[in-house]
């Protein structure tokens, strides 16, 4: 029997975790809250298969015969009999543990992960009557292709869950990665000190944009400059991560820089918007 995975949130994630499971050769359930927001995440996968096509990665028939494992529902009742119900919705701690409250109700024995990349995940259990079967799984953009998976240990997740999460990322393709419980974990804790700090030399004049993003891809042999993968996470997520970590810890490393609030606030947010530190508009 092909194992089930339920993905909660059509979104940039939550599609391609459910990508990865579809082509490990899981049943994926998607749910979203509606129809369009489906159809918009099933056009993304798409895109992204259409494009393996195109490089020779994958058939035309391997792309049908994975899309046939994929059903898109807006009930999560749905989600019955899974195996695991990973939740990817925004990074909103009220939004989530409303998904939390939900998967609950209508999903009995599964594994309730979230792919928070900021939030502690005790914080996160607090919705859930049963925390015990409660774990993190922060995995990265983009998701059928980066490997690692942050598997995060709340105070209350059993070694059986930590134990069977870590076997089916593995099964996934993926490389587990067990971190305890902290706001950001290890990836954000090192990566948004980073960005900020790169988006304060920008405000200050220290050089430009370019200059920044140049020094630190080939004077570090980093694959992007900071200023192009904060554009490229999406600059609103970044802001969403930094404040969250800041509100936890108070550390002033993570308060996001004043650009960052205001490229936020017109709207400008990377290139998901067609610009933000650089013009993605053809």
Do not use: W
Not at 87 to 99: D, G, H, L, Q, R
Not at 118 to 130: G, H, K, Q, V
Not at 188 to 207: C, D, R, W, Y
Not at 228 to 255: H, N, P, Q, R
């Amino acid at each position: 029997m092909t194992d089930k995975i339920t993905v909660i949130g059509p979104g940039t994630m939550g599609t391609g975790i459910a990508q990865a499971f579809l082509e490990a050769g899981f049943e994926v359930v998607l749910i979203g809250r509606s129809e369009d927001s489906l159809q918009r995440g099933l056009s993304t996968i798409k895109s992204r298969m259409e494009k393996a096509i195109a490089k020779g990665k994958m058939t035309q028939d391997e792309m049908d015969s994975v899309l046939e494992r994929l059903k898109l529902s807006t009930d999560y009742d749905d989600g019955e009999e899974s195996t695991a119900v990973i939740e990817a919705v925004s990074e909103v701690i009220e939004a989530k543990k409303e998904v939390f409250r939900l998967v609950e109700e209508h999903i009995s024995g599964a594994i309730i992960a979230t792919n928070t990349s900021s939030i502690p995940i005790s914080e996160l259990s607090e919705a859930l009557s049963d925390r015990s079967g409660f774990i993190g799984m922060h995995f990265f953009n983009p998701v059928p292709v980066m490997k690692p998976v942050e598997v995060i240990i709340g105070k209350d997740t059993s070694e059986a869950t930590r134990d069977a999460a870590i076997k089916l990322i593995e099964r996934c393709g993926k490389v587990p990665i067990a971190v305890n419980d902290y706001p950001g974990f290890v990836a954000n804790s090192v990566l948004m000190p980073m960005l900020n700090e790169a988006i304060i030399l920008l405000e200050k004049g220290v050089a430009t944009k370019e200059g920044i993003d140049t020094i630190i891809k080939l004077g570090l042999n980093h694959p992007m400059g900071p200023l192009e993968l904060a554009d490229y996470i999406g600059l609103d997520v970044c802001k969403d991560i930094m404040d969250s970590i800041y509100g936890e810890t108070k550390d002033e490393k993570f308060k996001p820089a004043k650009m960052l609030n205001d490229l936020v606030s017109e709207g400008k947010l990377g290139r998901k918007s067609g610009e933000g530190f650089y013009s993605y508009k053809k």
